[in-house]
């Protein structure tokens, strides 16, 4: 579905990512471990071409785009929830999800408001409400929302349990394995091991822009070494 092959990007003069290179299959969802600043979300920007790498590669569905404008490679069906979270907070819930509309893709799932107000009952009750209203937490659900209007094949979380209340990292937890259960491909990046541990079926450890381990959780588990030498504070 994704595949990340030898990507250097750069914010100006300081280099983020230093030969980058993992992929993601159809159905699974993957974990990007690191500290803060290991370049995890650079590494989503980078898929997203709102950071365009330098050299190397990034292919979507088969596809090089590298290099692409980023709302072509929306339109290809790849969805980008931002840690910022960058809902419109002067329109409403409603009016946010109609700005994430996109046509119907083969092979994906169809995204109505019901369907998403079934999966966010807090968005349903507060369907009127402006962006600003809302909570932290209301706003994270939001934003992916928005993003699942757009019908994609392969959603991008940017610290999905970051800042929000603890029930609310439960409730991001059962959306993301709803979320494979029905079809999509996931990439989430995290530095909560255990909220990874409950959704994704392989891990992706950056450290300084460079993929360090990759591997299925169980083996993750089977090496506290790797755990305690990139993972630990």
């Known amino acids: ?30 974990a990007l471990l690191g500290r803060n600043g290991a370049g995890k979300t650079t590494t989503m ?5 709102l950071v365009v790498p ?16 980023p709302h ?35 092979g994906t799932v169809k995204w109505s408001e019901d369907m998403l107000f079934d999966m966010f009952p807090n968005l349903a009750e507060r369907r009127t409400n402006r962006g600003k209203e809302l909570s932290g937490g209301e706003q994270q659900m939001l934003t992916i929302a928005r993003t699942l209007m757009g019908n994609p094949s392969l959603i991008l ?8 209340a603890p029930v609310i990292v439960e409730e991001m937890a059962r959306v993301i ?17 255990h909220f990874a541990q ?3 079926d392989r891990v992706v450890i950056v450290e300084s822009g460079t993929a360090k381990y990759k591997g299925t959780l169980a083996e993750l588990n089977a090496q506290p070494d790797v755990r305690d030498t990139y993972l630990s504070v």
């Open 198 to 200: 409950a959704v994704a």
């Open 157 to 164: 979380l940017d610290e999905p349990s970051e800042g929000i």
């Open 1 to 30: 579905m994704l595949e990340i092959k030898g990507i250097n990007s750069f914010y100006g003069k300081a280099h983020v990512l230093n030969d980058l290179s993992f992929d993601v299959a159809r159905g699974q969802v993957v």
């Open 45 to 49: 920007k980078s898929v997203m071409q």
């Open 177 to 193: 394995l709803r979320l494979k259960k029905d079809g999509l491909t996931v990439l989430l990046s995290e530095q909560n091991l």
């Open 72 to 106: 072509k490679v929306a339109k290809m069906g790849l969805g980008y929830v931002p840690e910022e979270r960058r809902i419109f907070t002067d329109l409403t819930v409603m009016e946010n999800l109609e700005v994430g509309r996109q046509p119907e893709r083969e």
């Open 54 to 69: 330098q050299t190397g590669s990034v292919t979507f569905q088969d596809i090089d785009i590298t290099r692409m404008p």
